[in-house]
């Protein structure tokens, strides 16, 4: 098997001297690595780029939200996903803040994901979404479930009068940070927990018909 060397270079243009087969390499928005330096990459900032228009109405704040706390959550989620797989390479995708239609009445809503796929089949997909017609609330999706919706405190607060003070403010945003992570971690659980038992399943019918 061909091996392809890792695309990390340093800020000092020292280049990463590993080759990874195609079993064993992380691909990372297109970027040939190693699994360290996927790590090291995929926890850096994102461009501005993930903001990609069509235009939403002027004054809702859906796409600002969702990309917003994307950036916020960024690094974190490629570290969940990254956690997932196991001993192989895989590919890791990130989809910028798109509209999308959502549930039976095809409410518009704006949504940022990240993907991961390997050569052992797994395959998941995170993603935060909000709804134009409810710009305060983040709904936070691992596959096609929704696994949590949370309300940014700095939008219920700016509803009541009481203003906060800087302290409390970071305090409440780290919480909200935690809390969308931590309905990811549950929502990666879950899924890998179907996974293992569609394949118990499968590994039961074929030695049924064997
Ligand atoms: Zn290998
Ligand atoms: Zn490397």
Redesign the pocket.
């Known amino acids: 098997m061909t091996a392809i060397a ?1 695309e ?1 270079a340093d800020r000092r243009a020292r280049q ?1 001297r ?1 080759a990874w087969c195609p079993q064993h390499r992380v691909i990372v928005e297109g970027h040939l ?2 699994r ?2 996927a790590g090291v990459v995929s926890a850096l900032p994102v461009a501005d780029s993930t903001l990609v228009t069509p235009l939403p109405d002027l004054d809702n704040r859906a796409p600002s939200l969702v990309a917003w706390v994307a950036r916020q959550l960024d690094g974190d989620v490629w570290r969940l996903l990254l956690h997932e797989l196991d001993t192989e390479g895989g590919e890791l995708i990130a989809d910028p803040v798109v509209l999308v239609f959502t549930g039976v009445d095809r409410l518009r809503a704006w949504e940022r994901a990240w993907k991961l796929v390997t050569h052992t089949g797994v395959s998941r997909r995170v993603s935060l979404m909000v709804e134009e017609a409810h710009d305060d609330e983040l709904a936070v999706k691992v596959g096609a479930n929704v696994v949590g919706r949370l309300s940014p405190p700095w939008i219920t607060e700016r509803r009541g009068s009481e203003p906060v003070d800087p302290d409390t403010d970071r305090r409440e945003r780290e919480a909200f940070n935690q809390r969308v992570l931590d309905a990811v971690e549950r929502g990666l659980l879950r899924e890998r927990e179907l996974q293992l038992a569609s394949r118990l399943r499968m590994g039961d019918s074929a030695e049924g018909a064997a």
């Open positions: 890792c990390y990463c590993t690595y190693c360290r330096h």
